[in-house]
């Protein structure tokens, strides 16, 4: 069965510093790869998602990931936090035998002003 | 649009007692989801449907049913609810299986 793991559960980090969350999945076959964000309070929404193509992939809010296929990897970085993006991060993958989205279990990020 | 909408926004139940958890979207989309949000768990699959008038069981199924009304609706019933199943419960609507998923702010139960 396909899995997910992010590396780090809980992120705490000063205004403007450079962001990396680690997204491992299990499944060697192919995938789409997705970074959900969840706000305080509110629900998932989508940062980027990776299907094809390039592997450096953009998303909103200056957010953007790396797909490594030889290492099952999409990390998610940011060069400058703001405190607005104090979130929970998901990393999630289809495919791979999974019905719906197989999710990592989230990594809390804490921006300190 | 509204996208996914859900209701009820939050309940509480006693042990036993039974429930249904609505969700539509207005998308258009052909597949619905279920999923289940614990605290460090992230979020598990409960049920899903990948077209009008077929649904499947996820990962964590037991002690749910599921029913898609039609193509926008797609409801969540606990028939017996138990203290392990205090989560929070999001619907999700693709428009086909594999792709990006689009999330209704979700219901928060307590059964007690």
């Known amino acids: 069965a396909q899995s997910v793991s992010q590396h780090n559960h809980h992120v705490i980090l000063s205004e403007a510093a450079s962001l990396e969350l680690g997204c491992n999945y299990s499944y060697g076959g192919t995938v789409n790869l997705f970074w959900y964000v969840q706000y305080p309070g509110q629900h998932l929404q989508l940062l980027l998602k990776?299907?094809?193509?390039?592997?450096l992939v953009k998303g909103i809010k200056g957010f953007e990931a790396e797909f490594i296929k030889s290492k099952f990897s999409f990390n998610l970085r940011k060069p400058s936090v703001q405190w607005s993006d104090t979130a929970e991060y998901f990393c999630a993958v289809s495919g791979g035998g999974a019905d719906g989205l197989t999710f990592g279990k989230g990594t809390h990020l804490i921006i300190q002003p | 649009n509204a996208g996914v909408t859900q209701t009820p926004k939050f309940q509480v139940l006693k042990t036993g007692q039974s429930m249904t958890l609505q969700c539509a979207q207005d998308?258009?989309?052909?597949?619905m989801y279920w999923y289940r949000q614990d605290p460090g768990m992230g979020l598990r699959l409960i049920y899903y449907?990948?077209?009008?008038?077929?649904?499947d069981k996820g990962e964590v199924p037991n002690g749910y049913n599921v029913s898609r009304l039609n193509k926008r609706e797609f409801s969540l019933r606990l028939e017996s609810a138990a203290p392990s199943q205090t989560s929070v419960y999001f619907c999700?609507?693709?428009?086909?299986?594999?792709?990006?998923?689009?999330f209704g702010p979700g219901t928060r139960l307590l059964v007690l």
């Open positions: 990776y299907f094809s193509g390039d592997p």
């Open positions: 999700a609507s693709s428009p086909i299986r594999q792709e990006t998923q689009y």
């Open positions: 449907s990948a077209s009008e008038g077929t649904t």
């Open positions: 998308m258009n989309h052909n597949s």
